[in-house]
Structures are given as structure tokens and as C-alpha cells.
């Protein structure tokens, strides 16, 4: 899996703007498909389950999750072998100036994992 982790360039511009955008990274119908299964996937499983189990396998997001670059890229900014903590889709609708608000737990968390 070395040749999908992120490089050193990389890897600065990331603590640098805190981001990286990668705009052909997920094909267009797959992302089309994970964006249709968001709103009704909870997915909410519970923390410290595996991250390889969280993403049911033959669905979008499972499909999206374990593309080799998605997989060098967390990788390369988590370690091998993640734990999930949690996720929630933050979806903004089109020409919005305002993003979602920060939930509670953006400030501090104190659960183990």
C-alpha cells in the first residue's frame, strides 16, 4: 500500500491548510452514489469497533472507503489499522455562504478512544 500514502509535500500542505483536495480521487458515479446513501445511512457503530468493519462492504460508502488511495490516504494521516470514533454527514446544499454549525463534541471529547 506504499505507493498510495501521501508524500512529504503532501503531508505539509495538509498541517499547513489543514486540508487536502483531491478531486478524481472517488469516480463520479460513485460519489453520486455515496451522496444518495448518506442521508438514510446511519452507520453510527460503536466506538472503537475497527474501522475496516464500520463500512458495510458492496455499498458506496464501503466501496468508497476502501478504494486503495482513500486507504493510503487515511493510512497516512491515522496509522495503520484506525478505530472509528464516529461520524455524521454535514451536508450543505448548493450556493449556501453558511456551512453546518460545529457540534459539541469539535470542542472537546473525553471518551477513551
Known amino acids: 500500500m506504499t505507493e498510495h500514502l501521501l508524500n ?4 505539509a500542505q495538509f498541517v499547513a491548510s489543514g486540508y487536502l483536495k483531491f478531486e478524481d480521487m472517488i469516480p463520479k458515479d460513485l460519489c453520486s452514489a455515496c451522496r444518495e446513501e448518506m442521508p438514510n445511512f ?3 457503530m460503536a466506538v472503537g469497533t475497527p474501522f475496516e468493519e464500520t463500512w458495510p462492504k458492496n455499498t458506496p460508502l464501503g466501496d468508497a472507503f476502501r478504494l486503495p488511495q482513500v486507504q493510503g ?6 496509522g495503520p489499522d484506525p478505530l472509528y470514533d464516529h461520524h455524521a454527514a454535514h451536508l ?4 449556501q455562504m453558511r456551512g453546518p454549525d460545529a457540534h459539541q463534541d469539535s470542542v472537546i471529547d473525553f471518551r477513551e478512544n
Open 73 to 78: 490516504l487515511i493510512h497516512s494521516l491515522i
Open 42 to 44: 446511519g452507520g453510527y
Open 92 to 95: 450543505v446544499k448548493a450556493n
Open 8 to 11: 512529504s509535500k503532501q503531508m
